[in-house]
Structures are given as structure tokens and as C-alpha cells.
């Protein structure tokens, strides 16, 4: 018989158990329906178990930590810190060299050769051809892109950045803003504002006078009207934006309106003989700043582009074939992959998902500034196509959040505690954890011609982001080898 003193003492079970659930969501859910608490621990794993990229996050976030942390903290002060301020409307061809040297359009997104555009790029393309003079119809036009008469260039390669399918010629009128603290300067065209218009992938007639309207009406008296204003602080009336429910990307309603009212004493001090027709169509372009807000955030990175050694994305583009993405770094290498679908959509009535092209466009740039998905949170306008609630909004912002760096000074987002967005991707923090940006966007129809057919959120591939970490760790890696 046993000894008492070595009787075990019995077991007592908890009358109620609390269940934290790491992984798969389907245990949560079931503890969920048996109605006892339990919270669920979203954990990956980092790099998704890939050896090569495991053993780089180490190294970076291990001998190379100081290095890049203090290049991240170069680059998140230019960002957050610098203050574009628009200095002038100009003529594409006087301040974009490449646009002098014979028929040259740029385009968004990476280089794509003609034979890879997609439908409603191809379409913008014939638009901005027949606008240019250089064919007289889209079909003429077509010939003259299939031939190579007209040459094709990535707006970004030459410090421009163009919204949704937009191709652009010499006689675009551009936005120039001046970052002067870093002495560089960045353009993207004036918007052709909705419906009937190139950049939305249309070559009808319509579009093709639409830019005709901005080449010899709209770009002039925008132009008087700036020079007659002075300089215009472009982040300050986003930052007022935000606080009014804007995410300046597919809402733009409240930039837009600030920056009219900005401009109204010299609009309409202008004597251009079609300063009405010019009123006409400003009144009716809720996307006017869309693209300024764009040329302000190239801004700011082409400046956080000249820091060495960051973990930090300053680049996303699409041109609706490809997606590229690039670091902080003078002579940073850009990285592929396919064009993303856009989700969580909201189509206009009739529409659906087999009518959608693959995501287009240089305004993901936004977001890498604090803007766009990542004011999400503040945003009615994006929380209709995420689920309809505030909540569903502020998920985006959260999960941006989750791979920056810091959040920013200036765009404080009210329905989000008045906590600034965040800013700053840093690569590390996105392959760890297998969350890449979101970028609210608009959809073109994918063959028709027919325009915009919605709006919603494409999720940048994660493909990208491995290849640019990959990058990052082989320099490093290398630089330190060589040093020792």
C-alpha cells in the first residue's frame, strides 16, 4: 500500500475555460459556436517557412539591423516630413526631356512593349496619339504603336507619375511640384477628370477632345491662375482632406474642393477666351487632385530615394500587365510580377468581375507616403467597398500599420483615435508577416472600351516584396563580406 504522503494530490479541472487559438482560425470558430471565449492569434509563418528567405530576415533583422534602421529613419523623416509645394503648370515636353526626342509617349507602370498593353492602356495610347496630331484616327493610331513610330516610356523612369490607364505626349499640361529642401522636382499630367475620357482606357471621340480641352484651354488657365497664386502647400490641403473623409485616392472630393477654392480669386482674375468652358469642366473634375496628390508623393520619394541601405518601398507601379516595386537606394532595381485583380469590389450596375482588367495605374505611390489604404480608416467612401462599416475600413489602415515604420505627423485620421497613418513599408516587416499594401483603386472594363466599371482594393503581390528583400540582403551581405 502506497504511502499517504505519496498520494497525489487530485487534479482539479477549471469549471470555465478561455482559449487563445494560434493558426487556423477554424479552431477559434469552433470554440466561437460553443459559445465560450476565445481570441484569436493571427501568426504566421515568417517567410512563409522559405529557408532562403527565413535565413535573410535574420541577417536583417540580426548584423544588419543598425544599418537599415538608421537609413529607415532617413527615410521616414523625408517622407513625413517634406512639404511639396506646387509651383507651376507646364507643358510635358519643356520640362521632360525625353518627350522632345520625336513621337514619345509615357505611360504608367513598368516598360511594357505594345504587344503586351493591355486594352484600355492600348486604348489611352490611340487617344493621346490622335491628340498629339499624329494620326487622325484610333486606327491610324493603332498602326503607328504596332509599327514603333511611336516610341513607348515609363512616366516613373522620367520623375513622372500618371493615374489609372493614362498615357501622356509632349503638349500634356503637368502639374510641377518643387520639393525645395531637396532641390528635385516632380510632374504628373493634369487630370482629365470622369467618364468619357482617355485615362479610364477610352479612345472615342470624346476622350480625344477632352484632351484637346486641357492641352489648349484647361493647361493655360491653370497655369495663369497658379502663377498668378504663388505656391500651394499640396500636403496641408490633403492633410485638411483626410480630416473630411477623403482617402485621396479614389475619393478626392475635399482635396479637390480646397484646392479650387485656393485658386478661385486668380481663376477668376484669368482672361483666356475659354476660361467658362475651363470653369465648366473644373466643376464637375472631383478627381482634379488625385494627380497632384500623386506628383507630391513622388516627391518626397524621389527624395527618400537618395538614402542608401532601406528596407523601405518608395516605388509601386502597375501598368495593368506587370507590377513593380523598388526600394530606397539611388540606383534601386526595380521587381516584378503580374498585374493584381482588384478585390473587394463595388461594380457599377451590370457589371461584374468578368468585365474587370487587372490593376493599373502610378497612384499606389500614395500609399507609400500615408495616403490612399492608408487613410482607409477615415474613409466612408472606401468603407462601401469593404464591407460597408468603418470598422471594415480601418482594417486596411490596421494592417498597414502592421509593416511600417512609424505613422505620420501630418495625416492624423479622426475615426482612428486622431492616430497618424502609417507610413514607411518596410520589406522585412511585409515578407515576415506575408501582409502586403492595399491600394484603393478603380477597375476598367477589360475589352470594350467602355471605362470605369467600379472600384475596390488590389492587393500588391507578395512576390515583389521577397525578390526586393532578397536584393536588399545580398548587398548588405556582400558589403560586409568584402569589409571583413
Known amino acids: 500500500m502506497m504511502p499517504a504522503a505519496e498520494i497525489a494530490t487530485p487534479i482539479r479541472l477549471p469549471g470555465e475555460v478561455n482559449v487563445v487559438n494560434v493558426g487556423l482560425p477554424l479552431f477559434a470558430d469552433a470554440i466561437r459556436q460553443q459559445g465560450r471565449p476565445v481570441v484569436q492569434l493571427d501568426w504566421r509563418i515568417p517567410g512563409s517557412g522559405d529557408p532562403t528567405v527565413v535565413a535573410a530576415l535574420r541577417r536583417l533583422y540580426g548584423p544588419h539591423t543598425r544599418t537599415i534602421d538608421a537609413a529607415n529613419e532617413e527615410v521616414f523623416r523625408r517622407l513625413d516630413r517634406g512639404a511639396p509645394q506646387l509651383v507651376a503648370v507646364r507643358t510635358a515636353a519643356d520640362v521632360i526631356p525625353v518627350l522632345a526626342d520625336g513621337r514619345v509617349l509615357l505611360h504608367c507602370g513598368p516598360r511594357i512593349s505594345i504587344d503586351r498593353v ?48 493614362t498615357s501622356m505626349g509632349p503638349s500634356t499640361p503637368v502639374w510641377e511640384v518643387e520639393l525645395a529642401e531637396a532641390g528635385t522636382r516632380a510632374y504628373a499630367p493634369i487630370g482629365q477628370g470622369s467618364g468619357d475620357v482617355a ?28 502663377r498668378e497664386h504663388g505656391p500651394v502647400d499640396v500636403l496641408s490641403l490633403a492633410a485638411q482632406a483626410v480630416a473630411m473623409g477623403d482617402d485621396v485616392h479614389v475619393r478626392t ?88 485583380m482588384v478585390g473587394r469590389a463595388l461594380y457599377h450596375p451590370g457589371r461584374g468581375e468578368a468585365d474587370a482588367s ?43 500599420d502592421d509593416v511600417c515604420v512609424g505613422n505620420s505627423s501630418r495625416f492624423t485620421i479622426p475615426y482612428w483615435g486622431m492616430k497618424g497613418s502609417p507610413v514607411g513599408v518596410d520589406v522585412r516587416k511585409v515578407v515576415e508577416l506575408g501582409i502586403t499594401p492595399k491600394v484603393t483603386t478603380g477597375i476598367l472594363h477589360n475589352s470594350d472600351g467602355s471605362g470605369q466599371v467600379g472600384a475596390g482594393v488590389a492587393e500588391a503581390p507578395i512576390e515583389v516584396f521577397v525578390q526586393a528583400l532578397l536584393a536588399l540582403d545580398a548587398k548588405l551581405s556582400g558589403e560586409a563580406g568584402r569589409a571583413a
Open 358 to 400: 487587372p490593376d493599373v495605374g502610378d497612384s499606389a505611390v500614395l500609399e507609400l507616403v500615408g495616403l490612399g489604404g492608408a487613410v482607409a480608416a477615415g474613409s466612408p467612401a472606401v468603407a462601401q467597398f469593404v464591407g460597408g462599416t468603418m470598422a471594415n475600413a480601418a482594417e486596411l489602415t490596421e494592417e498597414l
Open 253 to 340: 472630393q475635399a482635396a479637390t474642393n480646397l484646392l479650387l477654392r485656393s485658386l478661385l480669386p486668380a481663376l477668376v482674375a484669368g482672361d483666356h477666351p475659354r476660361r467658362i468652358e475651363v470653369a465648366t469642366f473644373l466643376s464637375a473634375n472631383y478627381l482634379l487632385f488625385l494627380s497632384l496628390g500623386m506628383a507630391a508623393a513622388r516627391a518626397l520619394t524621389t527624395w527618400a530615394a537618395q538614402v542608401e541601405n532601406s528596407s523601405i518601398v518608395i516605388g509601386m507601379a502597375r501598368n495593368g500587365t506587370d507590377f513593380a516595386a523598388w526600394l530606397a537606394g539611388p540606383s534601386a532595381e526595380w521587381f516584378y510580377a503580374p498585374a493584381p
Open 118 to 165: 493591355t486594352d484600355p492602356l492600348r486604348r489611352s495610347m490611340r487617344a493621346v496619339v490622335c491628340a498629339e496630331g499624329w494620326a487622325r484616327t484610333p486606327e491610324e493610331a493603332d498602326v503607328l504603336l504596332r509599327d514603333g513610330a511611336v516610341r513607348l516610356e515609363p512616366a516613373n523612369a522620367h520623375g513622372l507619375v500618371v493615374p489609372m490607364a
Open 199 to 226: 485615362w479610364f482606357g477610352r479612345d472615342t471621340p470624346g476622350a480625344i477632345e477632352r484632351l484637346v480641352l486641357l492641352q489648349e484651354a484647361a493647361g493655360p488657365v491653370l497655369a495663369a491662375a497658379v
